[in-house]
């Protein structure tokens, strides 16, 4: 499969890669090392050392150099071999492994894996709701057999929640919803609007709305390429204004392990004017949706993708329906993406 490049990924959450340790991730087919150096800069480099191709993260962490554990060669965040322990202590000219840029932001650390001289940290999207000096961020992390597009497709088409998670997420009303989609640059909007829906009860407790009031409800996506994605919900009594109402915003972060695996991150987030209600919330609500997250929509991806196996998304000739308006957009997007890092004569 081929990825797009030129982006940036989640890597790991900041508190996954805490000092003194070593944390290994495979991203994009890629094994990577992740580690903070003495001053707690996280850093990423290849797993993989240049001499008899030992796993890095096996090793120890010295200093700011990370000690490959077979031979006891030493390698900095940037990639340079510092220590070589053997002989007259010289360091052989392609003793060096590749070094990832790396960006520690919104709580996460993120990745760029394509060419060096492209990097730009502002087109890192923004998740500033996981920012810990105002908001409370529930974090959770979530692994899944399944290919990482087929996550966009789940999120950016919710019509599925009625039938997928009916005593969890769903409504008899979100099918009908009204829906739109826009395209602003690279980036995709997927918007839900219900009318006179009863929803779940502990999205009544979560937003305080009295139990079984017919609610119209907003669920608007907005998705950056590869798979980053910030979902708004909330709602208020039928034929109240929006502004009435809490928008409740959940991150959901999608990077490859390999074609058919992938990483989530996701995050339930409230504003730390609300006090210790809203860090409380966040926990709480970040445990409730996990509940479907894991037992709903992870054995659902999983067995698409089995049933799908190898084959192209495109070559199965998918039927599509209204509601698949959002998630096409953004495979369109991200098929355009990818073709313009291609050569000439691969596209």
Known sequence: MTFLRNAWYPAAWDTEVPIGELFNRTLLNESVLLFRDSSGVAKAISNRCPHRFAPLHMGTLRGDSVQCAYHGLCFDGSGT?????????????????????????????????????????????????????????????????????????????LSHIEFLHPSTLGGDGVKSALTSVQEEGDTVWSNRQTVAEIMPEFLYN????????????????????????????????????????????????????????????????????????????????????????????LPMLEAQQQMMGDANFWDLKPVLLVGDAGAIRARRVLDRLIAAEQPVGNK
């Not at 070589?84 to 052989?92: C, K, M, R, Y």
């Not at 790396?102 to 998740?127: K, N, T």
């Not at 990482?148 to 950016?156: A, G, K, Q, R, S």
């Open 206 to 297: 979560a937003w305080k709305i009295p139990l079984n009031t017919p609610v119209d409800r907003w669920i608007d996506v907005r998705w950056d390429a590869p798979a980053s994605m910030l979902l708004f919900s909330g709602a208020v009594a039928t034929g109240r204004p929006r502004e009435e109402g809490v928008s409740t915003p959940i991150p959901h972060l999608f990077t490859p392990e390999t074609a058919t695996t992938t990483h989530y991150w996701y995050a339930m987030c409230f504003p730390k004017a609300m006090g210790e209600f809203g860090e409380t919330l966040a926990e709480e609500q970040a445990d409730a949706i996990t509940q479907p997250f894991r037992h709903e929509d």
């Open 81 to 157: 071999c510092t220590h070589n322990p053997h002989g007259d202590s010289a360091i052989p000219r392609a003793a060096k492994v590749k070094a990832y840029p790396l960006v520690e932001r919104h709580s996460l650390l993120w990745i760029w894996m394509g060419d060096v001289a492209a990097v730009d940290a502002q087109l890192i999207p923004d998740f500033s709701c996981m920012d810990s000096e105002q908001w409370y961020a529930g974090k959770r992390y979530l692994h899944a057999k399944a290919n990482y597009v087929l996550e966009t497709d789940n999120i950016m088409d």
